[in-house]
């Protein structure tokens, strides 16, 4: 279990951590997503003590990370792909890791083999691609065995072969009763994979939920028809509705139930070719949590602001 209470963290005049509160339990792949600069990167380095909180706590199964003694063996963690050292044979990073900790060459070899690199483990590292790189990090957190692992954007740089095989993995992690917080930018990588999602927004957490309840909270009864005609929206919008043209002939219907949308319909004699609730995707919850939080956001062309 990873608990993070109350940090706080300034930069000079920039407040990156602002109350940033939440616990990514065992069992769960955990999504950390927010826009750029919501205070992701720098939760994980004060929970790892790379940097230090002005306020509030980080605990790895209880205790400050700095307390631990083989802290491999309690949280694994890939922060930055990109920090190997080029020369070293994936195979040879890994044992020179698992040596600090007290760890043997066959455990390097059993993660190898569980990050899809036992055929590359005698290459050099500088030569590996981001996917691999990532791949690499993930073995190197997997080295204690630990029941917590924390990566910063592993599907950055994956091929979408590598994003299929990332999820499977994450979710078998989790399955396996480890504690996964993976942090990303993008909501709909984390789709299939999180079951519970914490969305951060100017170094606090702005929604802390299952993705069932995220996904349920954005749907919010809306209705998706499609007509080839003008009067579907007029008759709806007459009766109360909020209507909102979604292109393509659809539009998405809000305020009455679905019965009472086929019955006025119907009713009008208004002909749809399709009538379905709305479905959100996570990307959409994320959308609408994160509107007011995105810290540079470019002008829609047109748009009144
Ligand atoms: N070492 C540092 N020195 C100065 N400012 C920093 C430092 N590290 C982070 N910041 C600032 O703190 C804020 C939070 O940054 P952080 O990297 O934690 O956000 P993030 O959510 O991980 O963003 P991204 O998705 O872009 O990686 C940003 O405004 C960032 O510019």
Redesign the pocket.
């Known amino acids: 279990m990873i608990t993070v209470n109350g940090l706080r963290k300034r930069?000079?005049a920039?407040s990156?951590l602002d109350g940033m509160t939440f616990t990514v339990r065992p069992g769960q792949v955990t999504g950390f997503v927010?826009p750029?600069?919501?205070?992701?990167?720098?939760?994980m380095r004060v929970v790892l003590d790379l940097d230090a909180a002005d306020a509030g706590e980080a605990l790895v199964a209880g205790r400050p990370y700095r307390t631990l003694r083989n802290p491999l063996r309690h949280i694994g963690s890939l922060l930055d792909a990109a920090a190997l050292q080029p020369g070293r044979t994936a195979r040879n990073h890994l044992l020179w890791l698992a040596h600090s900790q007290g760890l043997g060459a066959r455990r390097v070899d059993e993660v190898l083999d569980q990050a899809g690199l036992l055929s590359v483990a005698r290459r050099r590292a500088g030569g590996f691609s981001l996917g691999m790189r990532q791949r690499l990090g993930i073995a190197a957190a997997l080295l204690g065995d630990p029941p917590a692992l924390m990566l910063d954007e592993p599907f950055n740089g994956m091929d979408p072969e590598g994003i299929i095989w990332m999820r499977r993995f994450l979710r078998a992690l989790a399955a396996e009763g480890r504690a996964v917080l993976v942090s990303s930018?993008l909501m709909s990588e984390l789709q299939d994979t999180a079951d519970h999602v914490v969305v951060?927004g100017r170094g606090k957490v702005i929604a802390d939920a299952s993705v069932a309840e995220l996904l349920a909270t954005v749907s919010g009864g809306r209705i998706t028809v499609r007509s080839s005609t003008a009067d579907a929206a007029v008759v709806l919008a007459e009766a109360g509705a909020s209507v909102t043209p979604a292109g393509d002939g659809t539009l998405t219907v809000a305020g009455l139930p679905a019965e009472t949308v086929v019955a006025l319909l119907n009713r009008h004699g208004v002909p749809f070719s399709e009538l379905a609730a709305h479905r959100a995707t996570l990307e959409d919850a994320y959308l609408e949590l994160t509107r007011d939080s995105v810290e540079y956001r470019a002008a829609t062309p047109g748009e009144v602001r």
Do not use: M, P
């Open positions: 930069f000079g920039t990156a927010g750029n600069g919501a205070g992701k990167s720098t939760t930018h951060a």
